[in-house]
């Protein structure tokens, strides 16, 4: 009984390979993304009187399925690759703001007429000739 099953499942194993071959079948970031998002959605909707939730997970598990078995690997690859860098943009973000947040009894924030970069001076000193740091331009500014 034991050597049947296990035939029956290399049979299958070998029938999921051949399915596969030639595919993205990748669980890369995006994918997991998606099925996250498709999981939360579902569990929202537990909760919600109407069905939209419900839509937009199946609509996430389509995407998730198309990109899973898509036989354009190379594009499939860029889209992680697109969806990770914008992750990072966003994470280094959230993470100069939470750094601004921590700082900001201690020090005035303000951008570069010329160039727009952030700079920063300490609280308290009144007014002050600043120097941007990558243009040169020189200016005033009370802090």
Do not use: H
């Not at 299958?12 to 990748?26: E, I, T, V």
């Not at 999981?39 to 929202?44: E, M, P, R, S, T």
């Amino acid at each position: 009984m034991r050597q049947i099953w296990l035939e029956r499942l290399l049979r299958w194993n070998a029938q999921l390979q051949k399915l596969l071959k030639g595919r993205y079948a990748r669980m890369d970031q995006l994918n997991s993304t998606l099925m996250k998002g498709s999981f939360v959605l579902i569990l929202l909707n537990l909760f919600l009187p109407t069905s939209i939730a419900s839509w937009l997970a199946a609509g996430l598990l389509l995407w998730l399925n198309y990109r899973f078995f898509s036989k354009r690997i190379y594009q499939r690859s860029n889209e992680n690759t697109r969806y990770v860098l914008k992750m990072q943009q966003l994470k280094s973000r959230f993470a100069t703001v939470k750094e601004k947040f921590k700082e900001r009894k201690i020090y005035t924030f303000f951008k570069c007429p010329k160039c727009k970069q952030q700079l920063r001076a300490p609280k308290g000193k009144g007014k002050i000739k600043v120097t941007c740091s990558t243009c040169k331009e020189q200016f005033n500014r009370i802090v």
